[in-house]
């Protein structure tokens, strides 16, 4: 019996990218349950979410020089962060030597997103507040990282830069780049020249396992595929029409397919890493996932063809009741309400930041005055992470939600994993 547990706590200290994975997915680190209504706990709840289920634990080793090591990924990463514009990113990473090391790279938003960590909370204040409220806990392990709120404008402003271009166009005409926040636990695409004001963004540099992110699928025939770069297996199909969120873990957690029935809804990292970005609707007519999986097309808001967003068994600890919302991707376009002349009146280059300033369906906030008709758009790219209430009356959502007028949605759709 001891030898049996000495192996096992050799193979957990034992880091998984040696091995045959070369995209280990990183637990969420969302140890809370939450319902539908954002009330904690397991055992009250839907069955399948993100924190019922364990999976590699996030493990970082600070080598005392500047640089921490992602035991999990094999990822090595800057401790400190620094400030620039997107196009400088490149040639800072070629100049930094942190650490005696001299191939270090700007992150693709796969590497960056890894980082992300679930058991933040973006807090009760609205996204324009200035300084961080006092029960606002970063979505990033601040024991291994230097992490700052903003110190001058809205706290929720801390957009790291990825090496990751959007292949279309958002807020209508900004070639974009995918940036992850670290403030309010989200994915959205960002001006490339910085947006008004030339703005600068976060920046943190990695080096390593060079695969990460890349994945290797391969269609088993019955009605699964398996990508060995992460050791997961998906379903093929997705669920065919839209559920609330409650709704779809129960859809997963009740699925019988390909002689298994394990399969459950994915944590928000897991379903990250079937977001294909070299595929965009604007660029490539199809939506971000390889198309050896079958997805169904949808009409938007306004009767367009398009690609639905996807849940995930992972809580968003936001606004006034954390919990009520869940995280999604958008595996089609990420849509907003836009006023008159193609832009929000919104601060340049923010996220939604949650429902302002408070969740729920009575708390969801609209976005700014608009100035002339509200255009339906692509604000935030394929590939963006957000996320939307729970549950309730979908036709009851506000009409553009946050700054970018985000478009709400309750019956989304869902993929299963195992694995």
């Excluded at 997103?113 to 300084?131: E, I, K, N, R, V």
């Excluded at 690609?307 to 006034?320: A, I, K, Q």
């Excluded at 939307?388 to 009851?396: I, N, Q």
Aim: neutral net charge.
């Amino acid at each position: 019996m001891r030898q049996c547990i000495a192996l096992a706590a050799a193979l957990a200290a034992f880091p998984a990218w040696a091995g045959q994975l070369s995209s280990p997915p990183v637990d969420t680190n969302q140890r809370q349950c939450y319902d539908q209504n954002g009330r904690p706990g397991c055992a009250g709840g839907p069955a399948g979410q993100d924190a019922a289920y364990a999976g590699r634990q996030p493990r970082y080793d600070d080598n005392g020089d500047g640089t921490v090591s992602d035991l999990v990924t094999g990822l090595m990463w800057q401790q400190d962060f620094s400030r620039a514009a997107w196009a400088q990113a490149p040639a800072l990473a070629a100049a930094a030597r942190t650490g005696g090391h001299a191939d270090w790279r700007v992150p693709t938003i796969k590497e960056l997103y890894s980082l992300m960590d679930f058991s933040g909370a973006t807090g009760s204040a609205g996204p324009s507040q200035t300084g961080a409220p006092a029960d606002a806990r970063p979505y990033l392990d601040t024991t291994a990282f230097r992490f700052e709120y903003p110190r001058v404008g809205r706290f929720i402003d801390a957009q790291y830069i990825s090496a990751t271009a959007y292949l279309g166009t958002v807020m209508g005409r900004d070639r974009a780049f995918f940036g992850v926040n670290f403030a309010d636990g989200r994915i959205k695409g960002y001006p490339q020249d910085g947006g008004p004001g030339n703005r600068q963004w976060y920046l943190r540099l990695v080096r390593g396992n060079p695969d990460y992110g890349k994945n290797d699928f391969t269609d088993n025939k019955d009605g699964s595929i398996t990508d060995r770069a992460t050791g997961l297996t998906w379903s093929k199909a997705d669920s065919g029409r839209g559920l609330d969120w409650a709704a779809a873990l129960a859809w997963c957690e009740g699925l019988r397919l390909a002689g298994h029935d394990d399969w459950r809804l994915p944590n928000a990292k897991e379903l990250h890493s079937i977001v294909d970005y070299s595929r965009a609707p604007a660029a490539t007519n199809s939506a971000a996932i390889d198309p050896i999986f079958a997805i169904t097309r949808i009409r938007d808001e306004e009767g367009r063809l398009d690609w639905p967003y996807f849940w995930s068994s992972t809580s968003h600890l936001d606004g006034r009741r954390p919990g009520d919302f869940a995280v999604y991707f958008a595996f089609g376009k990420a849509q907003g309400y836009l006023g008159g002349g193609g832009r929000m009146g919104g601060p340049p280059g923010g996220g939604m930041g949650g429902p302002p300033p408070g969740g729920g369906m009575g708390g969801v906030g609209m976005g700014p005055q608009q100035t002339g008709p509200m255009v339906l758009t692509d604000v935030h790219g394929a590939g963006a992470q957000r996320s939307s209430p729970k549950a309730g009356d979908e036709s009851r959502l506000p009409k553009g939600a946050g700054p970018q007028g985000d478009v709400l949605r309750i019956n989304n759709f869902a993929r299963c994993v195992r694995g």
